[in-house]
């Protein structure tokens, strides 16, 4: 068998090892709808706490977002492989998400809530998490929403706060809603490549 | 010359060698997931899986999600020694055969 083993054969398997490879280590999450999920649970719960219930507004939308969050993520979870990057991002964005939502439940119900040292904290969690992603993953566009959340908590601390609150949602908007939509569309491009791969080694 | 080594025949072939290089850069994966990146059909995939689950390349455990049965494929440390000697000794098949 060896000596019929031609050389472009041998290619062809180092190929074929190469590309399945990286096919395996590809980042198979899909987790920019989530970004976008929780963007917008923030904006309604800030909303409704500001037409006067911050002691239901918080509690209720934090709850349905996760509710949601745990539905939709177990879904798509069981279409994929486990991997010890997809572990380590999902101990992240869990250990940051019930560290948020028991701060925020709290403060609003015991009607502690300050916006500064509100905002100073949530910007603190959500900029480590989102440093933290963005090294394991070597995510450049996410490290800058990291630097967007630390931005805001310094500044935020200089201002007032209706300025510290518009601040606030500000960074909500990039980090959340226009990262998220942008991650939707980087998969959905990889989703589609994928396919016209698979359709073009079929042919 | 020195003498050139053998390539392991249960990994060679393509489907068999796809799935192992799969396997090595995932913790587990499923049938579906193997399936879709593989391209392959249920009945040959499920046959090559079942040659690297008696060769002791792979171990696979089977239980029930959500009341839907589940089949999870992972890389032995045994498999992930036959592939990196089976990797070595295609470079130096691919050295010999670009210096002859």
Known sequence: MQENTSELDLKDRINLIETMIAEGR???????????????????????????QPAL????????ASILTGVLASRAASKKPE??????MMAIWIGMGVSIFLLMVTLSVSGRMEIHVGIAIVGAMLGTANATSSIILRWKMQ????????ACMIAAQFVSATQAGILFLVALFFCQIVFGIYGMIRESQRNRAVAARQGASHA | ????PELNPVIHGKLRLALLSLLSSVEEAEFTWLRSKTGSTDGNLGAQLLKLEEAGYVAVEKKFVQRKPQTLYRMTELGR???????QALKQLLGAAIGA
């Not at chain 1, 507004?57 to 349905?64: E, K, R, S």
């Not at chain 1, 490290?143 to 630390?150: D, E, G, N, T």
């Open chain 1, 26 to 52: 590809r980042k198979t999450e899909s987790w920019g709808w989530t970004f976008v999920l929780w963007g917008l649970a923030y904006y309604v719960a800030i909303a409704w706490s500001y037409l006067g």
């Open chain 2, 1 to 4: 010359m020195p003498e050139l």
């Open chain 1, 57 to 64: 507004a918080w509690p209720i939308t934090m709850i349905a």
């Open chain 2, 81 to 87: 020694e036959a592939l990196t000697e089976y990797v």
């Open chain 1, 143 to 150: 490290f800058a929403c990291a630097v967007v959340w630390w």
């Open chain 1, 83 to 88: 991997t010890t990057i997809g572990r380590s």
